[in-house]
């Protein structure tokens, strides 16, 4: 079955101090996987995915194909990182998403 | 310059009165899809269009239908609403094939009475 696990509801952390959202998929071959995410009151957006191995706000994520995980890590949270984060698997030559429940992220001043 | 619209954003409908959620794009993409997403729920895939051609997902209801007249619009159809189906209703679209971005319309609450 292909699924995405996001672990945590809700992470809450002080300015400053770093962040790792965590994210755990099923899928029986090599998936594309994403990060999704929601600022208050804006539309879903695209923040990072794996194939581009780039750095987007700070943010970067590392596919372990091993462990089957894709967390995504900052080393020093902002306020304004604060947001609803998606993990999402495509699987190779879908043109779909499988999203996890999402992680709410607080940061606090 | 909003990219994907959805109209209305809030929509009340009456058990078993059909309702229809609209979808449009100012990108020229050939894929629009259709998500479902419940209360602190995960996004859920309904079906997509790739151009003209529908892709239904296994386990979306027949209640749940869609239409793309042309490639700017897209329609969610559901034809007789369940107290189930109150949910936000997100519109996406993407280039085509391969890896590629989504870009996500705000969604259109549907609250069922």
């Known amino acids: 079955a292909q699924r995405v696990t996001q672990p945590e509801k809700l992470l809450s952390v002080f300015k400053g101090a770093p962040v790792e959202l965590k994210c755990n998929y099923s899928?029986?071959?090599?998936?594309?996987l994403f990060w999704y995410v929601q600022y208050s009151r804006q539309r879903l957006q695209l923040l990072l995915r794996h194939i581009s191995r780039e750095s987007i706000k700070g943010f970067t994520a590392d596919l372990n194909k091993g462990e089957t995980s894709f967390h995504l890590k900052k080393p020093f949270a902002q306020e304004e990182d604060s947001a609803m984060y998606y993990c999402?698997?495509?699987?190779?030559?879908?043109?779909?998403?499988?999203f996890g429940a999402g992680t709410r992220l607080a940061v606090h001043p | 310059d909003a990219m994907v619209i959805q109209n209305p954003r809030y929509q009340v409908t009456q058990f078993g009165k059909p309702v229809t959620l609209s979808c449009s794009q100012t990108l020229n993409h050939n894929v629009m899809y259709w998500y479902q997403q419940k209360s602190s729920q995960a996004p859920k895939l309904l079906f997509h269009y790739y151009d003209k051609d529908f892709n239904n997902e296994a386990d979306t209801p027949d209640n749940f239908q869609s239409r793309r007249p042309n490639t700017s619009f897209c329609f969610l159809d559901i034809r007789s609403p369940g107290l189930g189906d109150a949910a936000m209703y997100l519109c996406?679209?993407?280039?085509?094939?391969?890896?590629?971005?989504?870009?996500f319309g705000p969604g259109t609450r549907l609250t069922v009475t």
């Open positions: 899928y029986s071959g090599s998936p594309e």
């Open positions: 996406a679209t993407s280039r085509g094939f391969g890896v590629n971005e989504q870009y």
């Open positions: 999402a698997l495509s699987p190779r030559g879908y043109n779909k998403l499988i």
